[in-house]
């Protein structure tokens, strides 16, 4: 526009006609780019798959629909952290006619529940002299469930529940592991007798059994930080290693509960079955370290959450004041408590500074000291940095843990 | 395709830097602002920075201007061709630019948008022609007739404008 402009006086003023031709084209393409009207597109998103794991490669389509032929259009897929396009962003120029699908492959890098979109649109007019610009809030909720290992051991429970299980009980009772044989006395069921022994003995003999029971499993996960490691978080190693004992205690048909407890206190009662997987799922995917300051004690938590006698397993950084007082708490109530740290001292390195070097080992002796007095206190603390699997770390477990043995001074 | 679209784009703007030296004598100042104006094209190429396309055009233009002040007499006949080939310096630059800075962009839409230029460029060298010759009608004429030529010259041309667009749409 300039050009023709000052061409077309520049041509006046010097009375050159060549001038003025000049910009006569300009002056044809400025109102050839300037007069169209804005088009109508209409589009759809879809995913090929809104459930994934970890690392899996997802395609996502956008269909986009006019009438006739549109080109030059800038199509952008807004990716949330931790979805990443394969082939650098996520943005292509299409030439759309009536009907046209762009596709772009992502991989879902991190576990949560993400939120593809929204679409982004920019339409160039002929001749590229104007453009119109929309944000379409096209979203699709997509659930990448966090990868863990398959476990082949259970956690040693110390006391196990009425429920039944897969553990068979030393005691007599109901059950399918046969255990003994007794004189038949009242009250038994005619369905336990040995016909063998009694036509052996001449006298009526049941067969006792050993009963099934289960045992109730609560998974204390610290949320109320979440330190970067590199490749991992602490929150990632937090959900991994949840996810992989949940897994494996489901199967084995124990009761599993949940506890996140960070800024915000989210808990889910022990239960089992099919259902509660899935219910454990969507809460593990939307477990996110929300910073407060406010203050939490496990007094807030239901009284269900924390079923008597259950086994709690907490993974924890062990760096916030309040997670470390809510698991002395979770100690001093007489559970039996397995820390699980997943803060490896080694995978922080010290500033340049040589202050800083030296506040590096402070803070790693603070550790040092705070993993010392709750192993004096008679809870375990497993260190865990994600490096070997959480089989290995869990093999170092207390086969029963021990009995709390006094404060931990936090 | 970046490097074809430049290639072109620099012969083009070489060829238009370097046609006003021959229809005036080769002073400094006009070696001088061809030399700018294809500095300024190549910066505008490698950068793929739209700021410099702008300058580089217009000094192209000044220095087509000057040099027709300086070339006493005879009406230039090549200067819608001249008209033309700066708007296609500018598209070509464009292009670059499009393929450098914004989302990859697919030989179809490069297709396009060169098919999207030529309706411009057909009318633009009609309407430059047009203009040519109401001046030479005129000419000697005052300036005021001039400019009387030059507006209905740009009348026909969007006259031609509105028709082509209509045709579009419809197509």
Redesign the interface.
């Known amino acids: 526009m300039a050009i023709a402009a000052l061409s077309f006086y520049g041509g006046l003023w010097t009375g050159q006609a060549e001038i003025v031709a000049v910009a006569i084209p300009f002056v044809v393409a400025v109102v050839m780019g300037v007069t169209p009207p804005p088009p109508e597109i209409g589009v759809a998103v879809a995913v090929s798959s809104e459930r994934c794991i970890e690392g899996d490669r997802l395609e996502i389509a956008i269909t986009l629909t006019c009438e006739g032929t549109l080109s030059d259009v800038q199509v952008g897929m807004g990716l949330p952290a931790g979805m990443r396009a394969l082939d650098g962003p996520a943005r292509d120029t299409i030439l759309i006619d009536n009907e046209t699908t762009v596709c772009f492959e992502v991989i879902a890098e991190r576990w949560g529940a993400r939120w593809v979109g929204p679409v982004a649109l920019k339409v160039h007019a002929p001749g590229r002299l104007i453009s119109f610009e929309r944000i379409l809030q096209q979203r699709i909720l997509v659930k990448v469930f966090p990868e863990y290992e398959r476990l082949r051991r259970t956690l040693p429970p110390p006391h196990t529940q009425m429920y039944t299980g897969d553990y068979v009980s030393r005691h007599s009772g109901d059950g399918i592991e046969f255990a003994n044989v007794r004189p038949f006395s009242s009250g038994d069921s005619i369905r336990n007798v040995n016909w063998r022994v009694t036509s052996r003995r001449g006298e009526l003999h049941v067969n006792l059994a050993h009963p099934e029971r289960d045992a109730d499993i609560v998974l204390f996960l610290d949320t109320f930080s979440d330190v970067d490691l590199g490749n991992k978080s602490t929150l990632d190693l937090t959900v991994a290693g949840a996810a992989a004992i949940v897994e494996r205690h489901l199967r084995h048909n124990d009761r599993i509960g949940l506890v996140s407890f960070g800024g915000t206190l989210r808990w889910l009662t022990a239960s089992m079955g099919r259902t509660h997987a899935y219910r454990i799922a969507d809460f593990l995917l939307d477990v996110n370290a929300t910073f407060s300051y406010a203050w939490k004690h496990i007094e807030g938590l239901p009284r269900k959450t924390l079923p008597p006698e259950a086994l709690v397993v907490a993974f924890s950084p062990l760096i916030d004041k309040r997670a470390l007082r809510a698991l002395q708490g979770i100690g001093a109530a007489g559970f039996s408590l397995i820390v699980i740290d997943v803060l490896n001292d080694n995978s922080i390195a010290p500033g340049p500074k040589p202050e800083d070097r030296v506040a590096h080992r402070v803070w790693k002796l603070q550790r040092s000291a705070t993993r010392t007095r709750f192993r004096s206190a008679g809870i375990p603390v497993i260190p865990w940095s994600g490096r070997a699997g959480i089989e290995a770390a869990l093999a170092r477990a207390p086969r029963r843990a021990k009995r709390f043995e006094g404060p931990v001074r936090t | 395709m970046r490097w074809l679209l430049s290639a072109a784009a620099s012969l083009l703007g070489i060829v238009l830097g370097l046609y006003p030296l021959t229809l005036a004598p080769p002073i400094t100042p006009l070696i001088i602002m061809a030399v700018v104006a294809l500095t300024l094209l190549g910066l505008a190429l490698s950068t793929a920075w739209w700021l410099f396309a ?1 300058p580089c ?2 000094i192209l ?1 000044l220095e ?2 000057s040099a ?2 300086l070339a006493s007499g005879n ?2 006949l090549l ?2 061709a ?3 080939g ?2 296609v310096l500018l598209e070509l630059i ?1 292009a670059v630019r ?1 393929l450098v800075r ?5 030989r ?2 490069l297709k ?2 060169g098919n ?2 030529v ?3 057909v ?3 009609i ?6 010759l ?3 009608i005129v ?1 000697g004429g005052h ?1 005021l007739l ?2 009387i030529a ?1 507006a209905a ?2 009348g026909a ?2 006259f031609a ?1 509105a028709l ?2 209509r045709a ?1 749409s419809t197509s």
Request: with cysteine.
């Open positions: 702008g055009v217009a233009i087509y201007a027709l002040v009406v230039d200067s819608p001249v008209a033309v700066y708007l464009d499009a914004q989302a990859p962009v697919r179809s839409v396009k948008m999207d230029t309706p411009a460029i009318i633009g060298a309407g430059a022609f047009c203009a040519l109401a001046s030479s000419s300036p001039l400019a030059a010259g740009l041309v969007a404008v082509a667009r579009l």
